[in-house]
């Protein structure tokens, strides 16, 4: 298989560097990837500022047909791109299933919402001088939006860039992850077939460099990038005058409290905690329990942990596959030595072979860990004990980073009080952190994120409001 750039309507592979793309289960060579140039990049952003008119003046009813058959198309490669995202990043086949299900709908939505750029009409003469005026407010593409996309959910989050802002009649530079260049060079040849305009979308592949070269550039209007704080920093330091969207990291936590329902607490807390080995923005991370049923709770969630199958990520019932690459694993691998040097208590888990951790829980890590603090991306799991509904809040709100959190209550004065205090973007009473439908506005605050994902949401981003005035005859 072959991922290559595809910049003004043709894909790009000739003298270009190449790199060999490998299975992080198997170490077997899946693919190879054609790396963009500088000039590559600089023809992209072109290209892309080139066809913006053209592309804004695609009607809403063709951009929204475009869109849903593109989605229709992918229910009919469902399997294929499944597996293929499964090969590239370890992430086993039934969540890549639920990967692809969802990119589907999130495509439908975004056609939905291409019907949907409404505006408003506002009467002049609420104001004194306006007695003969009247104003229509209308929703306007930005122009040109470049998405840079991470790695660990590598169709659905280029759905959920490259649909709004073609939905919006915006044009889009697009740079992929390097670790799922694949999946991302066969989305674009389905949204081809689809009918997208070859110069809708253009798309190169690379590193750091090709996104700070984008990023940089005055023709882009909008920078809509899910990754790391790290990486968004550098965004806002060198992108000058354009709007960023950002959506970025956390270490989410979830809170169990006294009165909870322990069993489904702990069944839904193993299976969001470690599907795609915990590498998930909004992965359950901290766990803070009461403390007069967290003994019962660290065993109910071990025995849940240790139901989960870690294997294959292509067989259908792993539960647990790899880590994006070996060097996440050490980093995960040393994590927890630390943890335990601090004064964790290991639980379950905590091996690791090649890109592969077991599912690891730790009883009450320090406050000042790796595994508490940051963000660990990565198939770790922590309970910290807490006396009352305010300290379990306070711990939670004690982060730089405030995504989901999630509370298991029956106690709705408990529910309602957590929800409203805590400092994060979206709270799931009776749930754990790591719950997102598509059709929601997802994001977060502090160093969280910047603006709302979910296709209705991203589209007001990615649009500009135009007032037309009429001023009426004395």
């Known amino acids: 298989m072959e991922a290559k750039s595809f ?76 597996k293929l995202i499964s090969l590239e990043l370890g992430k086993p086949l039934k969540n890549t299933l639920d990967e692809v299900a969802r990119s589907i709908e999130t495509l439908e939505l975004s056609g939905e919402e291409a019907k949907r750029l409404t505006g408003e009409t506002l009467p002049g003469d609420a104001s004194e001088r306006g007695a003969k005026a009247i104003a229509s407010t209308f929703r306007v593409p930005v122009g040109v939006v470049a998405a840079i996309t991470p790695f660990n959910a590598p169709l659905n989050l280029v759905c959920h860039k490259v649909g709004p802002s073609f939905a919006a009649g915006n044009s889009t530079i697009l740079k992929p992850a390097p670790q799922t260049a694949l999946i991302a060079t066969e989305f674009l040849k389905l949204l081809l077939e689809a009918g997208l305009p070859e110069t809708a ?101 071990k025995a849940e942990i240790q139901k989960l199958k870690v294997g294959d990520p292509l067989l259908p019932d792993t539960d647990v596959g790899t880590l994006v690459h070996e060097n996440s694993a050490l980093r995960i691998e040393q994590w927890i030595e630390e943890a335990i040097k601090e004064g964790a208590t290991l639980l379950t888990g905590g091996k690791r072979n090649g890109a592969s951790v077991e599912p690891t829980l730790l009883l009450n890590p320090s406050k000042t860990s790796n595994v508490v603090c940051q963000e660990v991306f990565g198939p770790i799991v922590g309970l910290i004990p807490y006396d009352t509904i305010e300290e379990a809040i306070e711990q939670t709100n004690d982060s730089s980073f405030g995504l989901q959190a999630g509370i298991f209550t029956n106690k709705m004065d408990v529910a309602y009080q957590v929800a409203h205090a805590l400092e994060v973007g979206g709270v799931v009473i009776n749930g754990s952190s790591n719950f997102r439908l598509d059709h929601w506005p997802y994001g977060g605050v502090k160093n969280s994120g910047i603006g709302r994902e979910g296709p209705r949401y991203a589209i007001e981003d990615m649009t500009e409001t135009k007032m037309i005035v009429l001023r009426l005859p004395e």
């Open 201 to 301: 979308v253009n798309m190169v592949l690379g590193g750091v460099e090709a996104g700070q070269q984008i990023v940089k550039d005055d023709r882009v209007n909008i920078i809509s990038f899910t990754g790391g704080t790290i990486a968004s920093k550098n965004i806002c330091e060198i992108a000058g005058m354009k709007k960023v969207l950002l959506e970025l990291g956390g270490n989410a936590s979830t809170i169990v409290h006294e009165d909870a329902d322990l069993a489904r607490a702990a069944d839904i807390c193993a299976k969001t905690g470690f599907s795609n080995s915990g590498q998930s923005c909004i992965s359950v991370q901290r766990v803070y329990v009461h403390r007069a049923v967290v003994d019962e709770f660290a065993e109910r969630l």
């Open 7 to 82: 910049i003004n309507g043709e894909w790009i592979s000739s003298d270009r560097e190449v790199i060999e793309m490998k299975s992080p289960y198997s170490g077997e060579v899946i693919g190879k990837q054609f790396l963009a140039t500088k000039a590559d990049v600089e023809d992209a952003l072109a290209s892309t500022y080139a066809a913006k008119k053209e592309i804004a003046k695609i009607s809403s009813y063709d951009r929204a047909k475009i869109l849903k058959k593109a989605a229709a198309l992918m229910e009919r490669e469902k399997e294929r791109f499944a």
